[in-house]
Every structure is written in C-alpha cells, then in structure tokens.
C-alpha cells in the first residue's frame, strides 16, 4: 500500500519569505502525485499535480513542486508567500494499481506579517 | 461547471441517532469517494462508489455506510453516533476508468457534531 509522509506539520513563515513543505512518498512502479489546499471551512482544492514528464510542476498561486524519484520526494514551494496562504496542506499519491489516493497527515502553513 | 456539493453543511446530533448526508458530484463524474476529517487523525478514507457499486472501502466499522444512486449522487449515513464521529465529512468526485489519474474534486464538506 502507498504511503505520504509530510514531514512538518506546521511551518511558521514571515509573508514575502520563500517556503518549502516537505512530502516524500513510498516508491511504486508508477505514481501520480498531488498537492492540495484547505483553507478554514473549505474542502480541498487541487495545486497542481504530477502525472509525468517534467519533474517541476507549476501550480496555481504561485506554487511549484519537483518531482524527484531517487529521493521518492514531491516537496511544494513558493519564492514569496502571502498572508492569503495560510492554510493546510496535504500531498498525496496514487499508484501501485490503486484507484484510491493516499494522502499525507497535512502541512499547516502560517503566514505572519 | 457546478462542482461537489454536499448537504447539510453543519449538522448536531446526540449520541446513538443517525444520520445521512448527500454530494451531488461534478456532472460527468461517476466515482464519488468518501473522507473523515478530524484534527487528530488527518483524512481517512472511508469508502468509493462507481456505478452504484462499492468499489473500495476504508477501515471503518459496520455503522458507516454509503449508497451512490443511477445519476452517481451519494449518500452517506452513520448509525447509533458516538462522539469520536464529530468530524468534517468530504465528498470527493473524479472521473473513473482510463481517463481517471487519482485527482479529486472536493465538495466543502459536512461538518458533524455529536453531543
């Protein structure tokens, strides 16, 4: 079975600071990975997402991620955030045959002016 | 294009009731899965439905059950309710068979409170 590992689960940043969050996955043949946002009261919503081919992936709001198989890491980043990022985030996986994605324990992301 | 939307968005239960709630999925989308969301334990992943068959299951007891109908709406309902189920609830959809990558569409949720 695929399993996510977000290694922080809150990161205090300064607005205008860049930002890493950290996701590693358990290695499977082939996997599509995914970062989502939660911001208070809502449902996820998609960031962006690795399907194949480019190992940087651009999402929305500014957010990319890199794909890297030797180290089975997803980690998300972003050169400047926002006090409007401040939210919950939360990798996930979806290989080994399984229609069903894994997703990590969730990132919390706090931005301070 | 609508997206998920589930009802009721907030709901107070006493232990030992039940209760339902409903997603309409993305039009086109015919698997709707189903997730608990508490502070404690992350997402947790109960159960997927396609073509009003249950196609996956997570590790919840019996009291948790689930029903899509032929327009892929789903319901989802938990009996005898116990405290530990205060939870948000999020309805997910995504395109099923060759087209479907493991993406999720999230309704907003149904945020559960047992007294």
């Known amino acids: 079975a695929q399993s996510v590992t977000q290694l922080d689960s809150q990161v205090p940043v300064f607005e205008e600071a860049p930002v890493e969050l950290r996701c590693n996955y358990s290695?499977?043949?082939?996997?599509?990975l995914f970062w989502y946002v939660q911001y208070p009261n809502q449902g996820l919503q998609l960031l962006l997402k690795?399907?194949?081919?480019?190992?940087l992936v651009k999402g929305i709001n500014g957010f990319e991620a890199e794909f890297n198989k030797s180290q089975t890491s997803f980690h998300l980043r972003k050169p400047s955030v926002h006090i409007s990022d401040t939210a919950e985030y939360f990798c996930?996986?979806?290989?080994?045959?399984?229609?069903?994605?894994?997703f990590g324990r969730g990132t919390s992301l706090i931005v301070h002016p | 294009k609508a997206g998920v939307t589930q009802t009721p968005r907030y709901l107070i239960k006493t232990r030992g009731q039940q209760v339902t709630l409903s997603c309409s999925p993305i039009?086109?989308?015919?698997?709707v899965s189903w997730y608990q969301q508490t502070p404690g334990q992350g997402l947790q992943f109960l159960f997927e439905?396609?073509?009003?068959?249950?196609?996956n299951k997570g590790n919840f007891p019996g009291r948790f059950s689930g029903r899509q109908f032929s327009n892929s709406r789903s319901e989802m309902n938990v009996s005898t309710l116990e405290l530990g189920d205060s939870a948000l609830y999020l309805c997910?959809?995504?395109?099923?068979?060759?087209?479907?990558?493991?993406?999720?569409?999230f309704g907003e949720g149904s945020r559960l409170t047992v007294l």
């Open positions: 290695s499977s043949v082939s996997v599509y």
């Open positions: 996930a996986s979806r290989g080994g045959g399984s229609y069903i994605p894994t």
């Open positions: 690795y399907l194949s081919g480019s190992t």
């Open positions: 039009s086109g989308h015919r698997s």
């Open positions: 439905y396609f073509s009003e068959t249950q196609r």
């Open positions: 997910a959809s995504s395109l099923a068979g060759g087209a479907n990558t493991g993406e999720l569409f």
